[in-house]
């Protein structure tokens, strides 16, 4: 935990230092965030260095997108957060709320005899897969991941006023589009603070730009090395519950990806449809493997692989590989094991219990590449394979929605136009 220097005389906070504590809810479940990753941590669930990253990457995001090169970002950012040589003019501390501990509560229960979870109805099943648990034969039932719910802290701040709109750039983008833990970008640790959060009957298009120009943030016309805010956002403006806002973001990013009559073909009981996406066929071409039924192609005949915009790494599983699919295969980026989504789908809070359903898309490069690996065999993927304005021709293609090839443009059109987002 961050603690304050002891040497800040009274004067000085009088004439150049503000301190200032502001109070968090978190509106859904927290998975992770403690020492030990995906965990959570039974006395500090919500850590000081863990907001200090978090702040890290907001301020990139928002003050930071105004810097000319990556140069210039960093010594900024040194100047404002620190760095190995240079300590941070800016101080924090987290208190955690000992009155509101918060709940843990299970995502996911196993019906008998099963290897795989049910998640409960509260939590949307498609964004917690990396904590649905185990269940196997030498261990027994290992309960699947508990996420922390309604935990209440307090952040307390030290800095110079010279860097009051940037700390407060970043943290308005945090505790909005931000969270606290793992997969904050699909809505988990989602957070509520009276200062920041959009009233009740904001016009949340209006709110955000009204954010840009009051903290000074200027977006750049083209996309920076690093991840920046987008001009917009798009919001689903009804206000609901917190959860149920998150379940309603999740379900429209799992229709378009995996959806019957969406993202794959209407199945046959508890059996799925065939994926209208592409990489299943055109791993089965580059492996030379098919089961019989799956040996003509649905998807054109050239490789590619869109959904790599989405996040890597994927992993492709063949449940046929009996009757002769592929064995699994690991869609990355090169040189790297992850790519973060540069789509985030969450619930904003307007109050600790009203939030709106929003999906934010941050700016950044282009994705140039990505390798394909199965045991020994390596494959590179060229960027002309990742967005293909071929593919909108495909006859029932989830990119049909877009006309770039582009799975971030159809996803965004998708929501606009068929599940009413604006």
Not at 79 to 100: F, N
Not at 226 to 248: D, G, H, S, Y
Request: proline letters at 10%; charged letters at 25%.
């Amino acid at each position: 935990m961050d603690v304050f220097p002891e040497t800040i005389p009274k004067a000085l906070l009088q004439s150049g230092v503000r301190e200032e504590t502001i109070f968090f809810k978190t509106v859904t479940p927290i998975f992770g965030g403690g020492v030990v990753s995906r965990q959570n941590d039974p006395l500090t669930p919500v850590r000081g260095p863990a907001v200090r990253g978090q702040l890290r990457f907001w301020w990139r995001a928002t003050r930071g997108a105004s810097c000319a090169n990556e140069k210039e970002l960093r010594k900024k950012e040194e100047q404002i957060w620190g760095s190995t040589t240079h300590k941070s003019p800016i101080s924090l501390r987290v208190d955690m709320d000992r009155d509101h501990p918060g709940i843990k509560k299970v995502c996911a229960t196993y019906p008998p005899g099963k290897t795989y979870p049910t998640f409960t109805a509260d939590f949307p099943g498609y964004a917690l897969f990396p904590f649905q648990g185990k269940n196997s034969d030498k261990e027994g039932k290992v309960p699947p991941e508990s996420g922390l719910m309604r935990a209440c802290f307090t952040l307390t701040l030290q800095y110079p006023i010279e860097y009051e709109d940037d700390l407060y750039a970043a943290l308005w983008a945090w505790s909005n589009f931000g969270g606290i833990g793992a997969r904050t970008r699909r809505g988990c640790g989602a957070l509520y603070c009276q200062k920041f959060s959009p009233n009740r009957n904001a016009d949340i298009h209006h709110w955000y730009q009204s954010a840009l120009n009051a903290y000074d943030i200027r977006l750049p016309e083209e996309p920076k090395p690093w991840p920046t805010l987008p001009p917009q956002i798009i919001v689903k403006e009804e206000p609901i519950a917190p959860m149920k806002a998150w379940n309603r973001g999740i379900d429209v990013l799992q229709a378009f990806r995996q959806g019957a009559d969406i993202g794959r073909n209407p199945g046959q009981g508890n059996r799925p449809g065939r994926s209208r996406w592409p990489e299943a066929d055109s791993i089965r071409r580059i492996s030379g493997k098919a089961c019989p039924r799956h040996r003509q192609p649905i998807t054109g005949r050239e490789n590619r692989f869109p959904r790599a915009e989405l996040g890597l790494p994927i992993i492709f599983h063949f449940k046929d590989k009996k009757k002769g699919d592929p064995p699994d295969y690991t869609l990355r980026p090169v040189d790297h094991s992850r790519m973060a989504s540069p789509l985030i789908v969450k619930p904003l809070a307007l109050s600790e219990h009203t939030a709106v359903s929003i999906i934010l898309h941050l700016q950044s490069p282009p994705l140039c590449g990505a390798e394909l690996r199965s045991g020994k065999s390596h494959t590179l993927v060229r960027a002309d394979e990742i967005r293909d304005p071929n593919l909108v021709r495909v006859p029932k293609s989830p990119l049909h929605y877009g006309t770039t090839g582009s799975a971030i443009e159809a996803f965004l059109n998708f929501a606009t136009k068929k599940r009413g987002y604006r």
